[in-house]
């Protein structure tokens, strides 16, 4: 009678498996991550629902693919003229003492620290600012009643270049709005730029320094 050889089953290896599996939940991992990293800034202003308000769709900011962000709702001739660190002007109808005002007969440049109108890394305007936005307004209307106005933002050289950029244009388009909605300016006026950690005032090495780099200038021109 002939002998049946059966022959032992081969152990299946589990370890390619526990391969494939560690792989994906690595590349979930560098996904996730990805996406993490290139989330733009939150507007949680109640008076600007959108980082860009040019009817066209928001700009996403990225270290490597721009430089300074903006609405261009109005021409971009004469903007690059303005020297934002001109003499500083007193105007009698500026009272705030967190104003500073700089310029020549031919443009005015506002400027507002963080500390005024934000908390930090929030593009919400704070109540408390009201005041001396009013001030700015009315400033505005007096000496400038029908000139383009253009709004820079700026922050410190704390975390990404494409962070920095997305709250700059955020704080930018939260003061534009108040104009709008309360400075009774028209909006056809308006205009913004960010420029993020650019242009700083200071040493960003000193948390002095980067408060004086965390504002919004309000530059206005005379119309023609």
């Not at 040019?54 to 490597?64: E, H, M």
């Not at 700026?154 to 939260?174: C, W």
């Given at each position: ?179 709008i909605s309360n400075g009774k300016i028209a909006a056809e006026r308006l ?34």
């Amino acid at each position: 009678m002939a002998e049946l050889q059966v022959e032992p089953r081969k152990k299946t290896s589990l370890f390619p498996w526990l391969l494939l599996i560690l792989g994906l939940i690595a590349l979930g991992i560098f996904l996730a991550r990805r996406h993490r990293g290139t989330e733009g800034v939150a507007v949680n202003s109640d008076t600007s629902g959108a980082i860009a308000s040019t009817g066209s769709a928001a700009v996403a900011a990225t270290d490597s693919n721009v430089s300074h962000l903006s609405t261009p709702t109005i021409g971009d001739e004469g903007w690059s003229d303005i020297n934002r660190n001109a003499p500083g002007l007193a105007y009698g109808e500026i009272h705030g003492k967190d104003i500073a005002v700089r310029g020549t007969d031919n443009y005015a440049v506002y400027d507002l620290g963080e500390d005024v109108l934000f908390d930090h890394d929030k593009s919400a305007i704070r109540s408390g600012a009201a005041a001396n936005l009013k001030e700015v307004a009315a400033s505005i209307s007096q000496r400038f009643d029908k000139g383009p106005i253009r709004l820079y933002g700026f922050t410190d050289a704390q975390g990404s270049k494409a962070f920095n950029l997305q709250l700059a244009q955020a704080r930018a388009e939260a003061v534009k709005q108040w104009l709008i909605s309360n400075g009774k300016i028209a909006a056809e006026r308006l205009s913004v730029e960010a420029k993020g950690e650019a242009g700083p005032k200071a040493s960003n090495d000193s948390e002095q320094g980067r408060q004086k780099n965390r504002r919004v200038q309000i530059v206005v021109r005379k119309g023609a």
